[in-house]
């Protein structure tokens, strides 16, 4: 999973399929003018137009951004942000990409790769790690170490700051469980610690969505339980993730969140209503489960939003549910939102 952060210099509106509509990312930001003076990103490696975002998409959709950026660490990552600020350039910060659909435009601003990697080991079963860690790594890791509460990551794509930024989760178990603090950069460029009981989450949902001061989740603290049996879950829910989903073909994990309140997920309401490997283009509904879309050759952007919005409408004349999008779509140019709107 990516962060799907953004800056908006003066605004900036990513589409949310979810909700038919713009989201407006509204940081604001307060740099001084001394931060300004002094800033350090001259050092940093800006690529100019030429980085495809389809290469950055677990959806392999995507045209060429303006600037690209991959940090390092946290020093870097605080550099770039601040590089955009001064030159007012909208950003997006991703991990592995697996919950962004790009346009096949590609994207006005800079796309700011997080590489922040590090795992540290405080004391058993509390573990630190960058933000950029890819999640199903920390989550072979730690049960192999014997400690449960993060046995479902070994099959979550993304990082660790997408998981906690989207609350991923799965086979009963999701990341807030497991979460002890989340370092964070606010858009003044100033650092903070956030205890678990400071945070509310929810069902794919994280108090970090709505934190309009956020620029980027840096690091994740987790405090886990010792369990003799953690490996052998972590193994079995490899093995189920292995013949239930499509497994290597170029996909973004769910699409949809699983209705609540209604008791049956959205792979069977997408089943039911006879759209397992229904095509649009290039974007095809997996026959292998139903709430993966993927992209089967030659898939571009419109193909996908044009498929999410058929079993949207599908399943809801069907069955009247309407189906919640767990991706976002990024928008090309800030000024072509409107009619891209769907």
Known sequence: ????????????????????????????????KQEQ??????????????????????????????????????????SAIRFCHEHSIRFVII????????????????????????????????????????????????????????????????????ATYMNAGANGQETADAIHSVDIITMDGRLHRLNRTDLNFGYRSSPFQDMQE?????????????SGSAKRRQYEYMERRRISQPVGEQSAGSVFRNPLDVG????????????KGFRVGGAMVSKMHANFFINCGGSTSQDMLDLLDLVKEKVDQKFTVQLKEE????????????????
């Open 264 to 275: 049956v997920a959205a792979a069977e309401l997408i089943e039911k209503a006879g759209l």
């Open 37 to 78: 003076t002094h800033n350090n990103w001259t050092g940093l490696k800006f690529i100019r137009g030429k980085k495809l975002l389809k290469d950055l998409s677990t959806w392999g959709i995507g045209g060429p951004c303006n600037y690209f950026i991959q940090v390092l660490d946290q020093t870097q990552l605080v």
């Open 95 to 162: 991990g592995k990409g697996s919950n962004c659909l790009f346009d096949d435009l590609g994207f006005d601003g800079c796309v700011i790769l997080n590489r922040i990697e590090f795992l540290e080991k405080e004391k058993p079963g509390l573990y630190r790690v960058g933000s950029g860690f890819r999640f199903n790594r920390l989550g072979v890791h730690c049960s192999n170490e014997g400690f449960t509460g993060l046995e479902f990551a070994g099959g979550i794509p993304g990082t660790v700051g997408g």
């Open 327 to 342: 991706i976002l779509y990024v928008h090309s140019h800030r000024n072509d939102v409107k009619s891209k709107q769907r």
């Open 214 to 226: 956020l620029a980027a989740i840096t690091a994740v603290k987790f405090k886990l339980q010792p």
């Open 1 to 32: 999973m990516s962060i799907p952060l953004c800056y908006k210099p003066p605004g900036l509106l990513l589409h949310s399929p979810r909700t038919r509509g713009p989201l407006l990312c509204n940081h604001s930001s307060s740099f001084s």
